[in-house]
Each structure stands twice: as C-alpha cells, then as structure tokens.
C-alpha cells in the first residue's frame, strides 16, 4: 500500500517510471513544478467541467473506502474483527501494495449509534503493532501503538473508546476516548510478525483482539470478540477496479449518497459551494451537465490523480510523501494517496520510499543493486524491510517465494559492515547470500517499497535517505 501513472488505472498504477533509476525525477516534482494545494484542487474555474473534474478528485477517496467497505463487509458484518492468518501471496489482490511483516487485524465500525470499545491485550515489547484509526475521508485520526499506546497507565491491556461525532457520553474509567469525525471508521490494525513460525503465535494475539459496543462492554468484556479469516484467494473484481470501472453517473451518486452518511468537514466548505453548482452535496444529486461532460470530467482526474507528484521528496531516485495519513484540503494528495493504496500511516508510524522501474531492457530482465554504506541501514525503532511489486501494485510470483527482505531473513553484511541488495529477476545464485535477493518481475514495471517502521527521526526529516539503485552491468 502506499502511493502511487496517457490513463493510468489500477492496473497501471506502478507506470510512473524513474528516468535512469539512478538519478532522476519521477514526474513533475523533482524538476520543480508544483501543484495548487488550495480546496479547489487544481482549477478555480467555474467551467462544470472544472467542478466536476475537481469534485472527483475531492470524492475519490470516500467512494473508495466505501467500496472497500462493502467488500468486506460481505465478509465480516460490521463492528468485527478480519483477521489476517497467513502472509499475502501475489493472489491476494483486495488492497494495493501489501505488506509481508505484519498481520492484519481490520474492521469496519459504524459508531453512529453509540461507541466501540476496543482492547488490545498484553504484546510482548519487542513486537511491533498498530492500531491506526482512519475515517471515511481516509485520514489517520488515532494510530496508538507498542511506540505509542496512547493510554494513562503503562500497563496493558489498552481499552478504547472509538466515539463518533455525535456522542456526547461519558468516558468509563480506565479507557482513553478515540473520537473520529465520522461514523464509518476503519480500524486497520497491525502485528509484527517474524516469519512463518511466527504465524501462530501472532493469531494467539489477533483471538485477544476485542471490539464490543459499550453497551455490551460490562457483560461480554471476558468473552473472546466475533471475528473471520481474511479469505487468501483474490477478489472478483478489486475495489480499486471497481471505482475506476463506474461511469461517471454513478460514481457521483454513489459519492453523493456516502457523504450523507459521512459528510465532508467546515473546512472543505468552499469545495463544497462550488461542487452545488452542479448538484454534488450530500444526499444530492448530478444536474447542470451533461454526461458526456461529466465522462469527460472524470476522464480527466483519473489521469491528474496518479500523475500528481507535487511536493513529494525525491532522493536518488525514491519517492516519499512527507504529509501522508493526514491531508486536510489537500485533496489530491489525499486522491493520490488512495490511489496508491489504502491505509497509509503517519509519518511517525512508517514512512514508505517508493521507487518505481523497469524491469528490462529491450525485453532482456535488468539486474539491480542498492549498496548501504556502513551504518546507513533504514534507521528505525522497530524494524525495516524492503518489498517488490508488480506493475498492477501486487505481489511478484516468483519461483523461490520470496517477496521481501530485510526483516524476517535479516540480511548479511559485506566484511566492512556495509550491504549489498541484489534486485534482480534472476536467482544470484550463491555469490548473493540469503536474505540479500529481492526478486522482480522479468519484464515491464515494478516498484519498490521500502518500509521503515517507528522511523528515526533523522529518516522522518530525510536527513537519511536511501541509497541510489544501480544497474550491474
């Protein structure tokens, strides 16, 4: 998951190639340019072609989270736990750009009519997790964590209240109060996991795991929480796919319908005058254009929303979005976040450098390396790992099964402490040892994400960066 494009879709979403991969820009950003990050996203017009190329870039996000909402819910009802029991393979294919180092606790919550109380129990220290709190705009709102429990007493288990925008109760002892914005929240929560071996110590975990309704908290707190296996196969037709896929009618009264439920924040107020012009507003409807123009219109966005690469970081060849998890009227950072794939932290949670590359020459599979000096390992509180995915932003098949390194095979140092990374198709056979080989795909597009957990400072502030990633001759 994480970001991020002619017209790009979802299956296309990794095509933003780095020009040489070793130096120079993605997109637009690196050469310079820069976006308009006021309300009205990239036009002031009051053309409707404009508004509605606007209001869907504004929409995008809620109309995704409520695809995937659907989605699983078909799977789990609301207000329960789906949990993870098995790393990703490149089958499962319901959200873009997961990852192999934890498991997955997730749940959709409706607190519209009163709160979720939600407990995470004793984990050891050393294990990594993350409950990350997100609302129906896809902004991170709460994110406590083994860094971070958020909590007035150090000892577990954690209790919280998840309230929604209406609630005006009081807080039981011994909970903290999570207060989110709408009353659709998704709780995507994570744990550290350390290989396979590992998997069933981690689900002995997720079974701790409680989501009651605080009416039912006092009399059902000692009972384990309903909960249901993620399926491990993929998904008819991805969410992703399925927004991209609407005609322009109906993506517009779906975005208008959801922001009935969950409607936009005083702060978008301006946005929204504008999009009334031509009828999108909570519980409204489309009026004033015409389809072939609002298919035009949205035409347009799909091809704005990937392409957008203003204000991001871009050091040897990586990508990174420093203002990620949070986007007030930034909107199509918030699109373009989306985009790339649901769920992305804050900063102080995980950052994510992002490379994107060919994986050939002129049909003949390129070899890759990325030297770390001595010491200049992902710096980082938890842990780090490096994943390759594939031009539709899913898992590589490969025949040694390996889709990431760096945390659960550590990997090996040279003699004067640095490292070496073979990214590369092809097996380096025994010059390369376990744990230093991160194969791609033989042909087309990759990416590249690499993930540093509880960052250090100095990598939050990209005072370090990642190395450049070279081709062997």
Not at 73 to 101: G, K, M, S, Y
Not at 187 to 216: C, H, Y
Request: charged letters at 15%; proline letters at 11%.
């Amino acid at each position: 998951m994480d970001n991020h494009g002619a017209i790009l879709t979802p299956s296309q979403v990794s095509r933003r190639t780095v020009l040489g991969l070793a130096a120079a820009c993605i997109g637009l950003a690196a050469c310079g340019k820069s976006s308009d990050r006021s309300a009205s996203t990239s036009s002031a017009s009051d053309d409707v072609e404009a508004i509605a190329k606007d209001a869907y870039i504004f929409g995008y996000p809620l109309v995704l989270m409520d695809a995937t909402r659907v989605a699983a819910e078909a799977i789990a009802p609301v207000n329960t736990f789906q949990h993870a029991t098995a790393l990703p393979t490149p089958e499962r294919r319901d959200i873009l750009r997961l990852n192999r180092d934890t498991l997955y606790s997730t749940a959709w919550l409706d607190v519209s009519a009163e709160p979720i109380v939600l407990q995470v129990p004793a984990i050891d220290p050393g294990r990594y997790w993350l409950m990350q709190v997100t609302d129906a705009w896809t902004n991170t709102v709460h994110d406590p964590s083994s860094v971070r429990p958020q909590v007035n007493s150090g000892r577990p288990p954690f209790t919280y209240l998840l309230t929604g925008p209406k609630w005006s109760g009081m807080v039981p002892d011994a909970m903290i109060e999570l207060s989110v914005p709408t009353p659709t929240v998704w709780l995507f929560g994570r744990i550290e996991v350390n290989g396979p071996d590992d998997i069933a110590a981690v689900t002995a975990l997720q079974q701790q795991l409680k989501l009651v309704p605080l009416s039912a908290w006092a009399t059902s707190k000692d009972t384990p929480s309903p909960s249901t296996k993620t399926p491990p196969g993929p998904m008819a037709v991805p969410p992703p796919k399925q927004v991209h896929d609407m005609d322009a009618a109906t993506f517009f009264n779906r975005m208008c319908t959801v922001m009935a439920v969950n409607p936009p924040r005083s702060e978008d107020e301006p946005a929204m005058k504008r999009f009334a012009a031509i009828g999108i507003r909570p519980g409204g409807s489309v009026h004033g254009i015409s389809n072939d123009q609002l298919t035009a219109a949205a035409d347009v966005a799909k091809k704005e929303i990937p392409a957008y690469t203003a204000n991001v970081v871009n050091e040897n060849g990586w990508r990174l979005d420093p203002g990620v998890g949070t986007y007030r009227t930034d909107y199509l950072l918030r699109a373009n976040t989306a985009w790339g794939g649901l769920g992305t932290n804050l900063p102080r949670d995980a950052i994510y450098p992002t490379m994107f590359g060919k994986a050939d020459r002129n049909g003949a599979p390129t070899k890759f390396r990325l030297h770390f000096p001595p010491g200049q390992l992902p710096p980082v509180d938890a842990f780090w790992s490096l994943t390759a995915y594939d031009a539709d932003g899913y898992l590589v098949p490969n025949a040694a099964n390996i889709y990431a390194i760096g945390h659960q095979v550590p990997v090996v140092t040279n003699p004067d402490g640095s490292v070496d990374l073979a990214v590369q198709y092809e097996n380096p056979g025994a010059s390369v040892p376990a744990g230093n080989w991160l194969p791609i795909p033989a042909s087309g597009q990759f990416s590249l994400i690499m993930r540093l957990y509880a960052p250090k400072d100095v990598a939050i502030s990209q005072h370090w960066q990642p190395p450049v990633l070279t081709v062997v001759p």
